[in-house]
């Protein structure tokens, strides 16, 4: 039997207090269930950020979507975890990834790396995390790494949710191993570092290449999509064209009929949803901040159908 759906929004927009609680609590009433923050220069600090989204709601669960590994010693970041976990009540979902904006990394001073160096160090902050963080018989802080160094408890047991994020083939032979949430990137990056979106069949290889690195799974994972680009109208060809510059090896059809795209009558975009389901399992879906008004009566649809 599939999974009820769930709906995430990625809050992307940094805001002063007042305007971060407002735009929270309206997540909150239009329906979503997780409230995400990503994990960019320029964006929200994510830690503090969940913490205030937890603090002005009572509902959905709060999230990373998702750290960039090489930005995170793994000993302080099981601290950050444990306390946010402790601070929201037990509401935290830690999404991981190895991080693609190389810009990034060498604006703050950090390593990039090669594509096996990235996936290498999120392995090992993810496994690291499992030790630090994995469920306990005592009570209280404890002493968990090699040095005897406290860390705080986290609420969750018997470990705060994981998400792994990606669409290589390690990171989903990782995603495999140890994620309780795999989030399928919708996009594939090219030898000059690009993000190009994958095709909907690209999409179905991705998602098979995971179900076969998982099998014998006790308990199967759930499966998330960012989708980029939400847009209710009865005109879709129009709607997309001025995207069609930014994917010159795509046509208007093919850009329709990404994975990533949802653009099309209220009905149509509900059917897409439920297709995603039936053939891919993607039962958690997150969309942007720009596209969470949009969205709302997408899953009210969801909901009651």
Not at 13 to 24: M, V
Not at 64 to 85: I, K, M, Q, S, Y
Not at 191 to 206: I, K, M, N, S
Request: proline residues 9%; aromatic residues 6%; hydrophobic residues 40%.
């Amino acid at each position: 039997m599939s999974r009820p759906f769930r709906f995430g929004v990625n809050l992307i927009s940094p805001a002063p207090a007042d305007e971060w609680r407002a735009k929270c609590r309206r997540a909150e009433q239009l329906g979503y269930d997780v409230l995400l923050v990503p994990d960019h220069l320029g964006m929200p600090a994510p830690f503090p950020a969940l913490v205030a989204a937890a603090a002005a709601t009572s509902g959905p669960r709060v999230g990373t979507f998702v750290l960039n590994a090489g930005f995170w010693n793994p000993a302080l970041l099981a601290r950050e975890v444990a306390t946010t976990d402790a601070l929201t009540g037990g509401r935290l979902e830690l999404g991981l990834g190895t991080g693609y904006v190389r810009a990034e990394h060498e604006s703050a001073g950090l390593p990039w790396g090669s594509p096996r160096e990235r996936v290498d160090r999120l392995r090992h902050t993810v496994e690291e995390l499992v030790r630090l963080l994995g469920s306990t018989d005592l009570p209280h802080s404890r002493l968990r790494s090699s040095g005897g160094t406290p860390t705080p408890d986290p609420v969750q047991r018997p470990r705060v949710p994981l998400m792994i994020g990606g669409g290589g083939d390690r990171m989903l032979r990782l995603a495999a191993e140890h994620a309780d949430i795999v989030a399928f990137t919708g996009a594939r990056s090219l030898p000059d570092g690009t993000l190009v979106p994958v095709t909907d069949e690209e999409f179905g290889e991705r998602v098979a290449r995971y179900a076969k690195s998982a099998t014998g799974r006790e308990e199967p994972a759930e499966r998330n999509l960012l989708v980029q680009l939400v847009v209710v109208t009865d005109d879709p060809g129009a709607a997309v064209r001025e995207w069609l510059p930014y994917f010159p090896q795509l046509s208007e059809e093919q850009v329709l009929g990404l994975p990533t795209a949802l653009v099309g009558t209220l009905e149509e975009i509900v059917g897409r949803v439920r297709a995603l389901r039936e053939r891919h399992g993607i039962t958690y879906l997150t969309v942007l901040e720009p596209n969470m008004e949009v969205f709302a009566p997408v899953m009210a649809a969801l909901r009651d159908g």
